[in-house]
């Protein structure tokens, strides 16, 4: 089927902590990956993307890990800042088209 | 020079209207796409085309006719509006075949329907 799972659906830490937002997807043929984040009001902006020939891609204070067996991939955010408050996405890549996961509003509070 | 434009960014109209939405990209790329974000940001995918093709009709209403003159250009007819048309529409391109690479956003629109 065509369906991603996020979690969690709301996420609230304080500013300097780690945060975490994991995803499950359904095609094992599957290969890419992608990260959104999403301000308020505006659009969503790719982050970082992870290929399937890899298992942990990192940029700065972003990570994100992937687990081809159990099909679960998660996005690290480490340091946290007030402006990293927004909606993430995660995507599938699968049949022509991103499939989105339902997102998650982080917010970091100072 | 903005990647990927998208006018207007707000309408508001009444139920029954017809409406358009425009989208052009500068980036070369070949696919575009519409997807609908609803009032609980889920982000769904509409259409997608390749180089001018219709690619994906994901079950929308017929009443939603998108046209894509060339490569650059993807628009958005809406007939007969209804009030759960309400969203925001978003516009984006991605290089190669879709879901491959990451997509370029427009700034999306903005459709309320009273």
């Known amino acids: 089927g065509e369906n991603v799972e996020q979690h969690p659906s709301t996420l609230s830490v304080q500013e300097g902590d780690s945060a975490v937002i994991k995803c499950t997807y359904s095609d094992s043929a599957s290969n890419y990956f992608p990260w959104y984040k999403q301000e308020l009001g505006k659009r969503p902006q790719l982050i970082i993307d992870i290929r399937s020939n890899v298992g942990e891609k990192k940029d700065q204070r972003i990570a994100v890990t992937l687990n081809k067996t159990a099909k679960h991939f998660s996005l690290h955010i480490t340091e946290t800042q007030p402006e990293d408050s927004a909606v993430y996405f995660c995507a599938e890549g699968q049949g022509g088209k991103l499939i989105f996961g339902q997102g998650t509003e982080l917010s970091v509070k100072p | ?114």
């Open chain 2, 1 to 114: 020079d903005t990647a990927v434009s998208q006018t207007p960014k707000y309408l508001v109209t009444q139920m029954g209207n017809d409406k358009s939405i425009k989208c052009e990209q500068n980036l070369g790329h070949d696919t575009m796409y519409w997807y609908k974000q609803d009032s609980k940001k889920f982000l769904k995918i509409m259409f997608s085309y390749n180089n001018k093709e219709l690619i994906i009709n994901e079950t929308v209403p017929n009443r939603f006719s998108p046209k894509s003159p060339d490569k650059a250009h993807l628009n958005l007819h809406i007939n007969s509006l209804e009030l759960g048309d309400s969203a925001v529409y978003f516009c984006a391109s991605s290089q190669g075949v879709g879901g491959a690479y990451g997509y370029t956003f427009g700034s999306g629109t903005r459709l309320t329907v009273v």
